[in-house]
Nanobody
Framework: QVQLVESGGGLVQPGGSLRLACRAS????????MAWYRQAPGKQRELVAA???????VYGDSVLGRFTISRDNAKNTVYLQMNSLKPEDTAVYYC?????????WGQGTQVTVSS
């Protein structure tokens, strides 16, 4: 069994910051790719950021320059540092990992950006 648990979501004012974390546990062998996705009400789920082998990173256009993804391999944890948050960033954020060509999802954490 593989479990992903996200944390760090909450309510923040525009211009503020949050740091999300996702730790994988259970039957972990090797994680090839870790990523964050988000889904706002009435919209499709979209890629926020991903980090793969050799710490190569990819960011969605809407968050480039504001968000930073990182990973701690020893802890099987991926982080998402979110700065200069905007109301448009409001969504449920989901952790995703690929391991042995199989994908796994967390249950999501709510991020709300509002005055």
């Amino acid at each position: 069994q593989v479990q992903l648990v996200e944390s760090g979501g909450g309510l923040v004012q525009p211009g503020g910051s949050l740091r999300l974390a996702c730790r994988a546990s259970g039957s972990i062998f090797s994680i090839n790719r870790m990523a964050w996705y988000r889904q706002a009400p009435g919209k499709q789920r979209e890629l926020v950021a991903a980090i793969g082998s050799a710490d190569i990173t990819v960011y969605g256009d809407s968050v480039l320059g504001r968000f930073t993804i990182s990973r701690d391999n020893a802890k099987n944890t991926v982080y998402l540092q979110m700065n200069s948050l905007k109301p448009e960033d409001t969504a449920v954020y989901y952790c995703n990992i690929h391991m042995d060509s199989v994908g796994y999802w967390g249950q999501g954490t709510q991020v709300t950006v509002s005055s």
